[in-house]
C-alpha cells in the first residue's frame, strides 16, 4: 500500500534520466581568512539501480560532497555552487521549505557514526516513524506499524520489539541498520550512504553490503556510496569515482577501474587491498608494493628473506594466560559477572617471527597484548620473556626485563607526549636504563631516526609538527630504543592512510630483517595481517580458536569463526559484486559471564604443521 | 578500518607550533573584543592593586571625625565614609584584598586538589575511593555554603577566609584533576612509558602533570571570579575580611549600614566587584575556550 | 528502577552521616562558649556550670555525639541554647520561608533562563545571543546580595511597591514579601540557566543525531525542541540540581537583607550568637537539602535518559 | 481610653530571648518586659531623680528607711490583679521575687545587684520589710527600680514553670503578653491591660519587633513599617537619617552604658605606667564623643557625670584627666624607652559601638605611633575570650544603675580579677594583683551609711585608680531611640535606664 505510492516531488520526469545528477559541485567554507574551496568543481551522475562509490582518503572532501548534495551544510558558513539535480529538479538555490520536502522524502542518507547519528533518548521505532510523519506519509499508530515493517525490512529479528528500545540497547550493526531503515523509510530515489561500514568490523560490514544491495535491487533507487576501501568498492559499485583534494581525479566502471587505473593515487588504492588466498601454503611475508605518487609507477614488492629463527628457544612464551574483569554493582560493589577478556591463551614466538592475533572487536586481542607486556596484570598463565616469566615479577626486576619487549601502539596521535620534543622521548627509555651518557643518547637517537627513515634533525621537533605516518615512525624508534627482542604492535598501522600504511609495514618488517626483532601483531585489518605474518592466531570471544602458519591458515580455514572472518573480508574482485551472498544476520556475542562461570575445557586438534584448531561444538555450523 | 580522525584530547596543542606560549596566549587575549576589554580592565585592576600605595590619595585606614560622610569632591573622589575614611582610596585598597583573594584560594586549591587528584586517579585504590567519596560529598555542597559553614569553625578574618575559600574549591580541583589523569593514564604515551620501565615519579611529573595542566589552569581562571565574589559575599555576612582592612564585601557590608550616609561606597564597591568578576568571567571563558575545548563552552 | 531508587537512597546513608560528624565536630571547636553567650556576662560560675550540666556540654564528645545522632534520627535536635525553643519548632518555622524563596526563585529563573537560552543558541552569534550573553554574564557578576539591596531600595524604600521587613503572614500577604527577594535570586539564576541552556543546546545542536534529523526533512522547530532542546535537559538538569542549591545557599545573604525569616538567617543567627543546637539543627537541615537534591537530580536524570534506566 | 492600634518598636537584635526580667541579658527584652510588669518604684518619667529625692510609688504606695538605711518598710498598693486571673498582688508575691533574685540556682546575671538583701519578710497583706547587709541609703533607686526588680506573680510561676515564664510571663503591668511570634524578628505583641491601675495604656497593642540589621532596621523605619527604632551607635549615623527625614524625633536617655578599657597590668607594654599614661594622653576622648554625638558623653571618671559622686569636666583633679594630648604622649613614651612608639595586639567585639569606638582609638593612637593591631571577633567569642583574661587592652560597656560603688565593685577590686578559667569577674587590668590597688578603700566606702561621705570615698578612689592608670573611661553611650514624628511619646525622656514606658505613646498621624 503505502510503499506503492509514489508523488510528485520525486517523480517530475520519467525514469529515463539519471535520478541523481551532479555538475561543477564546488562547496566553500567560510574561515578567518576567506572563503576556502573544499570541492572543487566535482560532476558525476547516478541512474536509477546504479551504486556510484566515492572513493579517497580522508579529507578528500567526500562527506562535503554527500552534504552539500542534501543542503545539510551549516548555511551561515557554508557556499554550495554549482548544480545537483535530482530526477531533473534543480537544488542549488531551492527555498528551504522546498529543500525539506526533499530531505528523507527524495533522498536518504547514512552517515558513518551509526553510533552517534540516533537520538538517544528516543525509541528507534519513533525515530523511524518520525520521517514518515514529517512527510505526512503516515501518522501516529500506522506510521508505528510501518516502522515495524521498516525494521522488518532491514533484516532485524524481533523487530516489534526491537522498536521500542533505545539505541543504546542496540549494537553497532544494529544501530546502522536502523539508520538504513530511517533513510528508506520514505523509499527516496536516492540513498547516500557515507562510509556506513567503516566503524564496524568485517562480518558486520559484509551483512550491511549485502543489505544495500538487496534493499537496492528491491527498490531500485540510485546509491551514492562513499568509501575508501577498495575491497568495499568492488564488493558494491557500478561506477566509482575518485577524489583527492576536492577534485575528481578518476571516474569509470569499476571494472575498469580494477582492471587499469590510471592514476597513481588510484593504483596505491588498489595496491593496499588484501587479496586473500593468493598466499599459498608455506609462503613468506611479503612487503606491500609501492606506488610512486608522481608517475603512477608501481614499484614492485621486495622480497621479505626468511627471518625466523627456528633452531632457538622462542623468545617468547605465553601459557594459558587469563585476564578477567570483575564487573561490580551495588552498594557493596559485589562482583555480579566478569569480562572474560583472555581465556587460556597460549603460543610461542620465535626470534624474528612475527604471530598475528586476529578477531573481531572486543574478542581480546588488545588484552592479550597488554597482559603480555604486563600492563594489565593478568589472573593466571606465564609469560616468558628472555627466560624471566614476566608474571609475578616484583616491580624492579620487571623493569629490567621489559627491555626485552616493548610496545607500539594504535593511535601516533596520542603515543606521543605532545609536550616532549620527539628526541627526548626517543632518547627516554635509553635514559630511564641508564644504558649510556646523554652524548650516546643523541647519538642513538639520530642512529633511531635514521634507520626509520626520518631526518635525525626531527629530534629537537615536537609531535605535532609531524605527520602521522612519520609520528607512528618516532614511535617505532622509540620503541627500538632497547633493543628489544618482541615488538608488541597493537593496530599499529590501523590510524593510517592506506599509502602510507604501506610503508610502515614495510618498515617494520625491514627491521625484522635487519636486527631479528619479533612481532606480536594486533590487527583486523586482514590486508596487512596477510603481508605481514608468519602465523596467524584467530581470537574469538577470549580464546584463540586457530592458530598456525599464515599461509595454511589464510588457504585452509578450519574453525567455522575463522571461514567466516576470512570470507567476509571485502576482497577486491568486482565479479563478487553481482553475486548477493547469504550472510547471517548474527550479532558479536559479548564475552560477559556470570560471575560464577567456568570455561569449559578446550581441546585442539591438529589439522597440518603447527596448525592448530579448537575443537567446536554444536553451536557453529560449519 | 579506520582512518586517523580528529582526535580529541584534552592538552594544550597549540594550533600553531612554532608560536608556542606565546600564541596560545595570543589567542587567549585577542580572540575576541570582548576578551581584550577584559583583559585590559583586569591589568588595570592588578596595576591598581599592586601601586595601590602611589595610587590611593589618601590611607584607607585614616579616620578623619570632622570629615564624616561628606559627598564626592575634588579631595575625595567618592567622598567620605561614617569614619571620615576616603571612599576612593578604600575602594583602591580593597581591590588589593580582593585580588589577592581571587587569585590566592584557586592557585592554592588548585595546588592541593590536583595533588589529591592525581593520587586518585593515578594509584586507584582505596586511597581513590576514600578521596573521591569525600570530594564528591564536598561538590555536593555549594562553595558558599561550605565556606560559612568552615568560616564559622575557623572564625572569620583575611587568612582564615583564604584557607576556607580554598577549602571550598579543593574539591572541584580534585574532581578535574582524578578525571584527567585517569584519561591521561590511559593514554599509549604513559603506558608507553611504563612498558619502558620508567619509574612512577618520573611519569607523574614529565608524562602526567604537564598534560593535566590545562584543565586545571583553565578552571583556575573561571574560579578567580568565583572567589571574589565568594569574598565578597563572605565578608558581607561578616566573616570575611575583617575591619578596618578594605574589602569590596565590607565595604558594601559597611556602606548598607551608611546608606544614609554616603551611597557612594556601594555604588563604587558594587560597580567594582561587578567589572572585576566580569572581566575574570570573560577571561576565564576564554582561557578555557582555548586551553580546555573538551569542557563544554 | 525501584532497586536503583533503593541503592540510591542508602547511598545516602553514608553520606549523611559523615556530613553529621563534621558538623558536630566542627560545633565543638567552634570558639567562644556558649553557656556564656546564653546567659550574659554577668552570670556567676554556678550559674555557668549548672548551665553547662543541662545542656550536656560537660558530657564526653562520644556521648554527645550519640545524643546527637538519635536525636537526628527522632527529628530531636534539642533546644535553642539561647530561648529555650525545640530547635524542630525553629526550624519548621522557617523551613517554608526558605523552601518558597528558593523555589520561586527556581521558577522564575528557569521560565525566563531556558527561553533566553533556547533564543541565543538559535541565534548564535546574532544580535539577540550577544544580548542574552551580556546579561547572563553581568548577572553572573552581579552580587545577589548587592542586588538585592538595590531592589530594596528602588522599589521597596523609594516606590514603596513592596514590604520591606519579614515573610509575612498569609498567602497574598507572603506572596507580596516573596517578590523582591525572589526576583533578586531569579535574576542571578535567569542568567546562569540562560548561558547553561545555551551551552548545553549549542552543544547538543552539534551531534549528529540533529544533522540525522535536519536529514529526515524536520523542520527547525521540530529540531530545536523534539531533539535539541531534550537532549539539553539531562545538562540542563544537573545544572539545575546544582543552581537549585546556590540559590539555597544564595538565599542565606538574602533573607538577611530583606530581613526575611528563614533557615540561613536562622543558621547565620546562631553562627554568630554560637546556639550549638540551632547551628546543627540549620546544618543537618542544610546538609539533607543537599543529598535530597542530588538524590532527586539522579532521579530526574532516570527519568529522561534511557540509558542509565537499564544500568 | 485607648484608641486601638498598633505601635511597632524595632529593636537591634536577633529574637527575643526570655521575657523573665531575672534571668534577661538581652537589653532590649526589657522593653517588654517593663511593660509586661510593675516594679515597686519608677522613675518619673523619664529622668534619674535629682540627688537626694525619691522615685515615682509605683506598686508602693509609700516607704520608710531607718535611720542607718539598713531597713526598709515598704507599703503596697492594694487590689492590684495579676493578667490573665493570676490573682491579686500581695506582700506574699513581692516576698517570692526578691527571694528568687537572690537565689543562685535560679536567678540570672542580675543577682549581685540585690546581694546586699539580706533577708525579704511580709508585714500583712500590704506591706514588705527589706533587711540590708549593708546601708545602703539609695537601695530604692539603685535597686528596686530597675527592670530586673519587676514584681512577678508566685502562683504563675509555680503554675508554668521557669520554662513557662521566659515565653508567657505574667505582671501586673499597663500591658499583657498577648503574642511570641514564632519569627523571631517579629518579636513580641502585647495587648493593653484595661485594668491597670493607672488606667489603660494609650495604644492598644504594642509590638517589640527584632531587627538586627541595622539597615533591615533603618528601612523599616523610614518606610513607615515601624514608628520607632534603636538607634545605630555608630559615628554620622544620627546625622544621616536625619538627612532622610528630618522630622524623625530622637530621643536619647544618659547615661547608657559606659565605655572603659582596662590595659593588661601583667604583660608588656602596659606593665609599664608611663605607656599606660602614653596610651591615655593619645585617646582623644572627646572627638570620639563628638564622632557619636548625639548619643555618646565624655565620662571623666569611672561614675558618669549626671551620676551621684560622678567627676565632671570641672571636678576632675587635672592631674587624673589625661587631656588628649600627644606631645605629652610622645614624652612619656621617650621616657620609657620607645620614643617611636610601640605595637600591641588588641581584641575587640563586631557590634558596633565596640568597633566603632576601637577602630577610632586605633587610629588616633597611630598618630603617636603606636600600633594597636585591632582582632575583630564576633561579640560573643570576644566575651568568651575577653573573660579568661587573653586581651591585652580590655574592654567594657555595661549600664549600671546611679550606684557610686557599683563600677569599682566590679572594675577595681581584688575580689573580681578576671581569671583564666573565665570564672573570673571585671577587673581585666588586675588592679590589686599586679599592682597594691583599693580593696580597703572600697570596705570603708560600703559601711559608710551618709551618702555624702561615701561619695567623697569613691572619688578619693577613682582619683587613686586614674593615678595609677589602670582603667581609662572613655564615654557613655545613651541608648537612643529614633522615633517617627507620627508618635508622640507623651512626656520628654532625659535620663534613665535604657527603656522607658510607652503607655502614653500614642499614634497622632
Ligand atoms: N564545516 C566545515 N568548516 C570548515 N571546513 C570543513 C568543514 N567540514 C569539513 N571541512 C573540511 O573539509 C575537508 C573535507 O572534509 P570531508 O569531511 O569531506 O572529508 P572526507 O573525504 O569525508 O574524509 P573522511 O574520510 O575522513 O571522512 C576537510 O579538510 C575538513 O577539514
Ligand atoms: N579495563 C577493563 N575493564 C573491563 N573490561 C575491559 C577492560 N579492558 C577491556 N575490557 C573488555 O575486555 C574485552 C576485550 O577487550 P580488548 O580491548 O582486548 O578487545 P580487542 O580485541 O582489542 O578489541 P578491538 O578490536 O575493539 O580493539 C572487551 O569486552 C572489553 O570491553
Ligand atoms: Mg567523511
Ligand atoms: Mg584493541
Ligand atoms: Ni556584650
Redesign the interface.
Known sequence: MTFERRDAARNAEPATGPVLSVRDLRTAFRTRSGWLPIVRGVSFDIAERETLAVVGESGSGKSVTALSIMRLLDRASSRIEGSVRIDGRELVGLPEAEMREMRGRAMGMVFQEAMTSLNPLLTVGDQIAEVLEIHRLQEGAAAREEAVRLLERVRIPGARARAMDHPHALSGGMRQRVMIALALACRPRLLIADEPTTALDVTIQSQILQLIKELQREEGMGVLFITHDMGVVAEIADRTVVMLGGEVVESDETDAIFAGARHPYTRALLAAVPRLGSRGVGSGPEHFPLVDRASGELRPARPQPDTVDRQAEPVLQVRNLVKRFDLRSGFFAKVTGRVHAVENVSFDLRAGETLSLVGESGCGKSTTGRAVMRLVEPNSGTVRVAGADLVGLEARRLRDVRRHIQMIFQDPFASLNPRIPVGAAVAEPFLTHRMGTRAEARAKVADLLGRVGLDPSAASRFPQQFSGGQRQRICIARALALDPKVIVADESVSGLDVSIKAQVINLLMELQASLGISYLFISHDMAVVERISHQIAVMYLGEIVEIGPAGSVFSSPQHPYTRRLISAVPVPDPARRREVRPVSNDEIKSPIRPADYEPPARRYRQVGENHLVQEWDGDWIP | MTLATDHHHPVLIPSDPQAGLLGVLRRILFGRVSTTLAFALVVLFVLVAAFAPLIAPYDPLRQSIIQINRLPSAANWLGTDQFGRDVFSRLIYGARNSLIFGLLSPLLAAIFGTLLGITAGYFGGLADRLISRVVDLLLAFPELLLAILIAAVLGGGFWNIIAVITVAFIPGFARVARAQTLAVRQEPYVEAAISMGVSTPVILVRHVLPNITAPIIALMTLWVASAIRLEAALSFLGIGTQPPNPSWGNIIRDGLNNLFGSPWPIVGAGLAITGVVLAFNLLGDAVRDVLDPSTGR | MTRYIL?RL??AIP?VL??LAL?FL?MR?????PA?????????????A?FRERMGLNEPLWMQFITFVWGVLTLDFGSSL????PVL?LIL?NLPYTIELTVAAMLLGTVVGIPLGVLAATHRDRWPDSGVRGFS??G???????LG??L??AF??NL?WF?????GEGFLDRLHHLVLPAVTLAMVKAAFIGRLTR??L??VLS???V?????????EN?VIY??GL??ALL?IATGLG?ST??T???S??IE????R?GIGKL???A????DYAV?QGG?VV??LF??LI?LLMDLVYVF????VR?S | QGAGGTLRIAFAARGLRTMDPQTSIQGVDNWAIIHVHDKLVDLSPWRFPPEGSDPVPRLATSWERSADARTWTIRLREGVPFHKGYGIMTSDDVKFTFDRLRDPVRSGGVRPKFQNIEDVSVDGPAAVVFRLKQPDPLFLLGVLSDYDASVMSRRALEEKGEKGIATDPIGTGPYSLETVHQDPGQGVTLLANPDHFDGPPATERLQCLYIADTTARTLALLSGDVHMMEGVRSPGWADSIRAQKPDLVFDVVSPGSFFTIHPNLTVKPFDDPRLRQALFHAIDRDEIATAIAPISQRTYGLNPPSFPGGFTAETIPAEVAYRYDPDRARQLMAEAGVPNGFAFRADTSQREDYSAIMLMIQDQLKRVGIDMQLNIKDHTAFHADQNTGTNTLSQHSAALPPVPTQPIVNYLSTAATVKSDGKGGSNFSRYGTAIPGIDDMLEAALAEPDLAKRLDLVRRIEAKALGDAVILPVSTNGFMIVRSPAVDLGYKVESGYVNWPLTKARIVA
Open positions: 541503592t542508602l547511598d553520606t559523615l556530613v558538623v566542627a571547636i567552634l570558639p567562644g562558649d556564656i553567650a546564653a546567659l550574659g556576662e554577668l552570670a556567676t560560675p554556678e550559674q555557668l549548672s539561647l530561648n529555650n525553643r519548632d518555622y554574564l553581568i553572573y557578576a552581579v552580587p545577589d546580595f548587592y539591596a538595590l530594596l531600595i521597596s524604600l514603596g514590604p520591606i521587613n519579614g515573610g551551552g548545553s549549542l552543544e551531534r549528529d543525531y544533522r540525522t534529523a535536519r536529514a529526515k526533512g524536520a523542520r521540530r523534539r531533539h531534550r537532549n545538562p546544582l542549591l546556590a539555597l545557599s544564595g542565606v545573604a538577611l537583607v530583606f530581613n525569616p543558621l547565620i543567627s553562627i554568630a550568637e554560637r547551628i546544618v542544610f546538609a543537599v543529598v542530588n529522561i535518559d534511557p540509558r537499564v
